[in-house]
């Protein structure tokens, strides 16, 4: 059989036929890596992007020469890890700033929860106290940190304050969210049965409140990390916030790079640990067992 023997139909639709096919082998093959990328962990793909990144820089930097008071090289910034840590420099500093993050947001953990208990609880709070707090919620905190030096000084008790007062928004916000999103017909048949007003917050309410605290406290914690160094950028003694300033002054752009990558490690560590809480205490929400489900 010739090539004019074969029917115009067949002829017009056999090159249709063999790019469809070569599409799908083309994708058969190509599936199955896509697949297996996109099933490795998470950290792993994460860390592998640093490192490329970091090379990158270190490349660029080496073949411009820019110098190292502009843009130092990684590998210095390591190099000024290492001096940091071996002199006791960092660790000490570190250790203030730590400090004052712990401090500044357990303070506002306890505060704003009970004042989340309380304007969800009572008509005559959230109608007096809600203006108050979104008027004090349009302020800039950063503003204030000047006031709080005034009137505490130098020392913790300022940064302490200011940390507070910026991670306390987060919680109070979300917990209150979260205490207003009980289901009122499940408080009614709780009254029904005889609870009272603290088995309900502690059986009903704040069970389902959990979820959004606990995205209300991740939230604040990584604030927390930001209230301490710019606290100590307005006035401080020690932290890692007069380190950079100390730095920037003797035009040591490495040890700065070397805080950021500090102040970087703290809030991932902070982030994580209270996701790891939050996935302990929450374990029966919807986000969490498809989490615990999933392939």
């Given at each position: 059989?010739?090539?004019h023997?074969?029917p115009?139909?067949d002829q017009?639709s056999?090159?249709?036929e063999?790019?469809?096919?070569?599409?799908?082998?083309?994708?058969?093959?190509?599936?199955?890596?896509?697949r297996?990328?996109?099933?490795?962990?998470?950290?792993?793909l994460a860390?592998?992007?640093?490192?490329?990144?970091?090379?990158?820089?270190e490349a660029?930097?080496?073949?411009?020469?820019?110098?190292?008071?502009?843009?130092?090289?990684?590998?210095?910034?390591?190099?000024?890890?290492?001096?940091?840590?071996?002199?006791g420099t960092?660790?000490?500093h570190?250790?203030?700033?730590?400090?004052e993050?712990?401090y500044g947001?357990?303070?506002?953990?306890?505060?704003?929860?009970?004042?989340a208990?309380?304007v969800?609880?009572?008509r005559?709070?959230?109608?007096t106290l809600l203006?108050?707090?979104?008027?004090?919620?349009?302020?800039p905190?950063v503003?204030?940190?000047p006031?709080?030096?005034?009137?505490f000084?130098?020392?913790?008790e300022?940064k302490?304050?200011a940390?507070?007062?910026?991670a306390?928004?987060p919680?109070?916000?979300?917990?209150?969210?979260?205490?207003?999103?009980?289901s009122?017909?499940?408080?009614?048949?709780?009254?029904?049965?005889?609870?009272?007003?603290?088995q309900?917050?502690?059986?009903?309410?704040?069970?389902?409140?959990?979820?959004?605290?606990?995205?209300?406290?991740?939230?604040?914690?990584?604030?927390?990390?930001?209230?301490a160094?710019?606290?100590?950028?307005?006035?401080?003694?020690?932290?890692l916030?007069?380190?950079?300033?100390?730095?920037?002054?003797?035009l040591?752009?490495a040890?700065?790079?070397?805080?950021?990558?500090?102040?970087?490690?703290i809030?991932?560590?902070?982030h994580?640990?209270?996701?790891?809480?939050?996935?302990r205490?929450?374990?029966?929400?919807?986000?969490?067992?498809?989490r615990?489900?999933?392939?």
């Open positions: 059989m010739s090539v023997d074969i115009a139909t017009e056999r090159p249709g063999a790019v469809r096919r070569h599409t799908v082998r083309r994708e058969a093959a190509s599936g199955p890596a896509r297996r990328l996109s099933d490795l962990p998470g950290w792993l860390g592998t992007a640093v490192l490329l990144l970091l090379a990158v820089w660029i930097v080496r073949a411009f020469s820019v110098s190292e008071f502009l843009f130092p090289a990684p590998t210095r910034v390591v190099q000024a890890l290492v001096e940091g840590f071996g002199n960092f660790g000490k570190s250790l203030v700033t730590l400090q993050i712990i947001f357990a303070i506002a953990v306890v505060v704003g929860l009970l004042v208990v309380w969800s609880s009572s005559l709070a959230e109608k203006p108050i707090i979104v008027v004090l919620q349009t302020v905190k503003a204030l940190a006031l709080f030096l005034v009137w000084g130098f020392g913790m300022s302490v304050l940390t507070a007062l910026i306390f928004f919680v109070l916000v979300n917990a209150t969210l979260g205490f207003n999103s009980t009122v017909e499940q408080i009614n048949m709780m009254k029904s049965f005889g609870a009272t007003r603290l309900i917050l502690a059986r009903l309410r704040l069970p389902s409140a959990l979820p959004s605290i606990m995205a209300g406290l991740d939230m604040a914690v990584v604030l927390s990390v930001i209230g160094v710019v606290a100590e950028f307005v006035g401080s003694q020690a932290g916030g007069y380190l950079i300033l100390a730095s920037n002054t003797s040591d752009v040890t700065m790079f070397g805080v950021l990558v500090v102040l970087s490690v809030g991932l560590i902070l994580y640990i209270v996701v790891f809480l939050g996935r205490l929450t374990f029966w929400s919807e986000e969490n067992r498809g615990n489900v999933a392939p």
